[in-house]
Each structure stands twice: as C-alpha cells, then as structure tokens.
C-alpha cells in the first residue's frame, strides 16, 4: 500500500499542456465592465446565464 507521502507526490505532478483552467461564473448582474477586467488576465468568464458557458461543458 502506498504511503501518504507517495500519494501527495502523484497528486501533484502535472503534465505541462494537460491542464486548463476552469472557466469563472460571476453574477448576471455583473456589468460589462467588470466583466471585462476579469477577462484581462486571459481567463474565461462567463455569466451565470450565459449560453456558452454550458458549451465548455459539452
């Protein structure tokens, strides 16, 4: 059985290119402005009612 150490150690090894970050939900009453700045980072953002948001699910 493999010890806790062990475990830790395959939990955090990541392949470069294999990982994406997942998209961030804000509020529908968020405005186009702040919408904005939280895509500047280059994350994606979407509104919760936002149609594209169940596209990256998909």
Known sequence: M???KE???ALEQT???TL???PFIVSDTCTDEELKQLQRN???VFRESDP???EEFI
């Open 52 to 54: 594209e948001l169940m």
């Open 20 to 22: 994406s970050e997942l």
């Open 7 to 9: 475990r830790l150690k």
């Open 42 to 44: 280059g994350r994606k």
């Open 15 to 17: 392949r470069t290119g």
């Open 2 to 4: 493999a010890t806790i």
